[in-house]
């Protein structure tokens, strides 16, 4: 596998969206299916990584919120 930069969640999702249509709508043979179904893999993957660390930078906010307004985290 090469070295992509990592896209955004809006362009991973947007991609992995196509890809799914692609897989669902289509007759393909099956090492393009199996390539297709590899790379949705790979920006799944992305896609949860990143919302992870939103939802960290999240709750990290929140919990700071919540401190600096007086109440415990």
């Known amino acids: 596998m090469t070295d992509q930069p ?3 969640f ?3 999702f ?4 196509q890809i ?4 669902e709508n289509t ?3 099956l090492e393009e299916a199996l ?3 590899e790379e949705g893999k790979r ?3 992305i896609c949860s990584q990143l919302l992870e660390t939103a ?4 709750e990290t906010l929140s919990s700071t919120s919540a401190t600096t307004d007086g109440e415990p985290a």
């Open 27 to 29: 007759e393909l043979p």
């Open 43 to 45: 920006l799944s993957d």
């Open 55 to 58: 939802q960290l930078r999240v």
């Open 20 to 23: 799914i249509t692609q897989l």
């Open 14 to 17: 947007a991609s992995l969206q």
């Open 6 to 8: 990592t896209p955004s």
């Open 10 to 12: 809006e362009a991973a």
């Open 35 to 37: 390539k297709l179904y």
